[in-house]
């Protein structure tokens, strides 16, 4: 498989080019086609929530005066009960932890290791002091310190408290205090400390109901430190959904810890407006990913634990943004129930997903054509066709951020038909490090390349460069007449959509057509280049487009090099053509639902094309 990591108008009518196209769509003799018009729209890297929609609770003038005095440096046992002693570190309340963790990586644990997407790490083995830094799922695992849930779920509190408080001890002997800024040094990144805070005021049953009087005293001191640390310098967090995790804590601790009420009125009004930062207007998170989206979720689902556990309702907005972030995120799942592979996710089991869905309470529908989130979302039949119809986020966005414009994911009966690689962000598990810039790359899914350049420029870091700068999309139904002979009604949902990523370098815009059959039997797409300007550039440029199988999948070349048969393991048996130019077979990767290397197959077909522009048109179709 090419991974390249390389860099990288509107649509016209397609010039000449290699490639003969198949007629979009075919009908039976004696049906006619409607279609119901919508108009294309435009979607650039896009806008957060308007604050206005999303306010902190209204304040009397007294509490908006705490909460300024708070913001400026004057402590909160001043501005609550200037005459009284200091009051010791304590919590005030026990709270329920509402997400379920993994048992098998908790047992893992109680034996000594650390397990991170299949990867086993021996404890005794880590440096906890950041000396040396740690594969990224790793270091998120063990500094964010998210394997408290995991061991929670390995059996009764009693057993498994021993094994945390031994690692707490660890981390602390490691990490004394907080440095004077963040970054210096791996745990110390707001996200980290954030989700750090809040586990701990989440799981202290886990980590305080040992007899070690010496370890409480220094875990609830650490707690208090963590929180004044997190006052000072939450602002300065790597992206807002790091700054999220800040400001979760220090609500958390503002609930949860003596004097905390100016805290509390400070980290409501911060929380609320990093919140409409980190969302789009459709709720999605501005990062585009399933996994940041899963992890605001999660961050708000704890918190609002905080204050059920101290008998206070959560600011009402909080629980609206909440409504508002499960819809996109159930447009990325597929009839097995499982997340897509988009942004350097992977495919998230349906377990994962069902069990935060059902924490936070909410009870909706996914989304089904969204703006800022911009997965179009197709259901026919038993198919599920997702479509990446936006650009890639902005760097300042982008933790693994991937090049994916105009990709698809196809799934029929749960079984995935067509995906993209996924797993970026699980590097460093079973899944090397050395590949994760590839998996990010254009190659990487289930699209046209162009010169085995991506159409967004893909950095180190996660971060993203120059390349697709706006998409346009067109979203409509078409809908046929009955077959007076057959009996049948052939009717369609047609995505087109079209990007710019290679237009400043090639002068071509691609532009992809999908038409997905009502009954989810069958997809016909068309790839076309489009030369930007009056007149195309002259010469020639080398294409591919690939189709990533799913797994298992068993596939056949035909004589004619045109045509490949695919047996899937649920027994079913789909045919794909392509209206000109031979297809290749060749080895693929893919993420599993625990972020684990998968070997796959995938489909490629390969030429090279005028710049003067060129139309690919293919056929998936189920048989029998």
Not at 442 to 468: P, R
């Amino acid at each position: 498989m090419n991974l390249d990591m390389s860099a990288q108008g509107k649509p016209r009518k397609a010039g000449k080019g290699k490639g003969q196209a198949i007629p979009l769509p075919t009908l039976d003799e004696g049906e006619s086609v409607e279609t119901n018009e919508a108009s294309a729209q435009v979607v650039e890297p896009g806008r957060a929530l308007a604050l206005a929609d999303f306010t902190p609770p209204s304040l009397g003038a007294g509490e908006r005066l705490i909460r300024l005095a708070y913001r400026i440096g004057v402590p909160g046992q001043v501005l609550t009960a200037p005459f009284r002693k200091p009051a010791r570190p304590k919590l005030l309340a026990t709270v329920t932890n509402p997400l379920a963790g993994d048992k098998a990586a908790g047992a893992a644990l109680r034996s000594g290791h650390f397990l991170v997407h299949g990867l086993k790490q021996p404890i005794a083995q880590l440096d906890l002091a950041g000396a040396g830094r740690l594969v990224p799922p790793l270091e998120r695992m063990v500094h964010g310190f998210h394997w408290m849930a995991d061991l929670e779920a390995a059996g009764p509190r009693e057993q498994v408290s021993p094994v945390a408080e031994r690692i707490l001890a660890a981390w602390l002997m490691a990490n004394p205090k907080p440095p004077s800024r963040p970054g210096k040094g791996p745990a110390w990144t707001v996200a980290y400390t954030g989700a750090r805070l809040l586990g701990w005021l989440v799981h202290a049953p886990l980590l305080l109901s040992g007899g070690d009087k010496t370890l409480r005293v220094q875990t609830l001191g650490a707690m208090a430190d963590h929180a004044r640390w997190l006052d000072r310098h939450v602002t300065k967090g790597e992206d807002t959904l790091a700054q999220v995790a800040g400001w979760c804590a220090i609500v958390g601790a503002g609930l949860l810890l003596p004097d905390g009420r100016p805290r509390r009125l400070y980290g409501e009004a911060g929380l609320i407006a990093s919140l409409g930062e980190l969302l789009g207007d459709d709720g999605g998170c501005m990062a585009r990913s399933p996994l940041g989206q899963m992890e605001a979720i999660a961050l708000l689902v704890q918190l609002i634990a905080c204050y059920r556990a101290t008998r206070r309702e959560p600011p009402a907005a909080l629980e609206s943004i909440l409504s508002l972030m499960v819809p996109p995120l159930l447009a990325l799942t597929h009839g097995d129930g499982a997340l897509g592979s988009w942004q350097g996710g992977w495919a998230v089991s349906a377990s994962d997903v069902s069990s935060l869905i059902a924490a936070t309470g909410v009870r909706t529908r996914p989304l089904r054509e969204v703006r800022q989130w911009g997965y179009q979302r197709v259901v026919a039949g038993k198919s599920v066709l997702q479509f990446d119809a936006a650009p890639p986020p902005l760097t300042r966005h982008a933790r693994n951020g991937c090049a994916s414009t105009l990709a698809f994911e196809l799934s029929h009966a749960g079984q995935r038909v067509i995906i993209n690689c996924g797993g970026g962000a699980a590097a460093g598990g079973l899944m090397p490090v050395r590949l994760e810039q590839g998996l990010r790359a254009t190659a990487a899914h289930s699209t046209l390349v162009l010169d085995d350049a991506n159409s967004t420029a893909v950095l180190i870091n996660g971060g993203l460069g120059s390349g697709v700068a706006e998409v346009e999309v067109d979203r409509r139904s078409i809908e046929g007449e009955r077959n007076g002979t057959s009996g049948r009604t052939w009717g369609a949902t047609r995505l087109e959509a079209s990007h710019d990523g290679y237009a400043g370098r090639y002068g071509l815009t691609h532009r992809r057509i999908l038409i997905l059959r009502d009954d989810g039997t069958e997809l016909r797409g068309e790839d076309l280049l489009v030369p930007t300007g009056r007149k195309g550039k002259r010469g020639m440029v080398s294409y591919a487009l690939r189709f990533h199988l799913g797994p298992g999948i068993e596939v056949g070349l035909s004589d004619d090099k045109q045509g490949v048969g695919m047996a899937l393991p649920d027994g079913s048996y789909w045919q794909f053509r392509s209206g000109g130019g031979e297809i290749a077979i060749e080895e693929s990767i893919w993420a599993d639902g625990q972020g684990r290397p998968v070997p796959v197959q995938q489909l490629v077909i390969q030429g090279m094309v005028s710049r003067g522009g060129g139309s690919f048109s293919w056929i998936l179709k189920k048989m029998g």
